[in-house]
């Protein structure tokens, strides 16, 4: 939870070993259904289902839309 103790993306990167655009990446897929985001943490969702290619191809606004989607994977 380091973005609500008001980290910054670099800060938060330094401290996960990660880049700076990872973590500005990551942080956009928050909006993801949480059921999608458990998959995702968990390692339950899909094989094609990476957070690569969901910050390269996008995902849509609306859970129901986003879960369609994912499961046609």
């Known amino acids: 939870m380091m973005i609500i103790d008001g980290k910054t993306f670099t800060e938060i990167a330094e401290a996960e070993g990660a880049s ?17 985001l458990d ?15 969901l910050i390269k191809t996008g995902f849509p606004a609306l859970w129901s839309e986003q879960r369609a989607r994912f499961a046609a994977l």
């Open 20 to 36: 700076n655009r990872r973590i500005q990446d990551a942080v956009d897929l928050a909006p993801l259904a949480p059921n999608i």
């Open 39 to 53: 998959a995702i943490a968990t390692g339950q969702q899909p094989d094609r289902l990476t957070t690569d290619i």
